[in-house]
Every structure is written in C-alpha cells, then in structure tokens.
C-alpha cells in the first residue's frame, strides 16, 4: 500500500488523534502542525463564516498556502434543535471563556445544560455536525480547493455530563437510535472502535477517501 502524507489543519491534538486513527486503514499519514518546524508561530486563520465547510474551506486553503503541502481541514460541531441550531458554528468558544481546552470543554458544556435545563427529554434532540474540505496545488501549481464532505452524529443532550473517553459536547450527547447496540451511551462512553464507526468525524473522513486516494 502506497503512503500518503497530508497535513491536517489543527491544533486539537484530540483531532488527530481521532483522525490518524481513522485513516490509518486507508495509507493515509497526517501530519499534525505541531510536526513542521515553524507552524506553533504561524498565525491562526480568521474563522469568520456562518457555515462548517465555509470555516473548514478558509482553513485547508490557508494552511495549504502557508505549508505547500495537500491539506485536510474540518470544522465541526454541535446543533441543538431546541436552540435553533446553537452552538453550531460558535461551539468551540459557546461559553467565550479562557483556559486550557478541558476547563473551556466543561464551561461550553455547563452552559450548555443550563441553557437546556427546562427542556423535556422529547426535544433535547441534537447532532454533532463535521465538514470536511481538502486542498492543495493544482496541476499549474496554484492552491485549490480538491474535495468536500459533510457528516453527521444524531442524539439527545442529557442532563448531567456521563463518561471520560473523548472530548468537547461528547459527554452531553446521547446515541437515541433504538437499533444501535449503544443506544443510551453518550458519545464519552463509547469506546474508540465503537465511536469511529458512529461519529460525525469518522463518517466525514471515511467519505474523504477516495479524493485522498487520489493524491500523487
């Protein structure tokens, strides 16, 4: 099987973990930007679109332009229905505070239950939401955008936070598919195996491949 390597365009060292995972069947190597010298000092792109792939477009582009390599880049979510689709674009910064990544996933998650709190059960329904774009040089040597996909990860958001094994809104939502042998289990209590199969992340990048299988 030939290798191919590519950059993934984050600094969530949970995504790469997830993502290296789930493309390793595929011969797909990714480079995190903590592997090229230089990239901790590059600036971060401004996020400032109203859509996932929008926001994931401006960053394979961006770190496709700075590093010269094809890169892969996404942009994911939560949406809440009760909340007409919040935290959506917003998730990662829902609460708007400061600190590490743990101390800012369990204010966005707070925030998130609170703002919940009356809600019955029947329509706390949500989904984790990932968009995914590809981009790299052209024939002519110019940075293009290669491929795009789009998954999605239904549930229920709980009341109180249930489990260790993953990150962000994974502990608030609830796999509510009555034919999944892990119906009841939030996201957090899955194992890695059992959460690549179902995730938005794992769905988005596995429809990534054939455009990856592409690459030269």
């Known amino acids: 099987m030939t290798t191919r390597h590519l950059l993934l365009a984050t600094s969530n060292p949970h995504k790469v973990e997830e993502l290296r ?7 797909v190597h990714l480079r995190a930007l903590s592997d090229l010298p230089g990239a901790a000092n590059w600036p ?7 859509t996932f792939e929008a926001n994931a477009q401006i960053k394979a582009l961006y770190y496709a332009n700075r590093s010269g390599m094809v890169c892969l880049a996404d942009d994911s979510g939560l949406a809440v229905d009760a909340l007409d689709g ?22 966005n998650n707070a925030k ?22 590809l981009a790299g040089p052209s024939e002519t040597g110019d940075i293009k955008v290669l491929a795009h996909t789009r998954g ?4 229920l958001i709980v009341h109180t936070p249930r489990g260790s094994n993953g990150f962000g ?6 796999l509510n598919d009555p034919n999944d042998t892990c119906c009841g289990m939030t996201s957090a209590e899955l194992t890695s195996a059992q959460k690549h199969e179902r995730s938005h ?14 690459m030269v």
């Not at 990662?92 to 590490?100: I, L």
């Not at 809104?169 to 609830?174: H, N, S, T």
């Open 21 to 27: 995972e789930i493309l390793a069947p595929s011969g």
């Open 44 to 50: 971060e792109p401004i996020e400032d679109a109203d």
């Open 86 to 107: 919040a935290p959506g674009v917003h998730s990662a910064r829902y609460a708007n505070v400061g600190g590490d990544r743990a101390a800012r996933d369990e204010a």
């Open 112 to 133: 998130l239950l609170e703002a919940l709190r009356d809600v019955p059960d029947a329509q706390r329904t949500a989904r984790f939401v990932c968009a995914m774009c």
């Open 152 to 155: 999605a990860f239904e549930g």
């Open 169 to 174: 809104y994974d502990p608030v939502l609830e």
């Open 201 to 214: 992340r794992g769905k988005t990048a596995r429809a990534m491949i054939p455009a990856l299988g592409a």
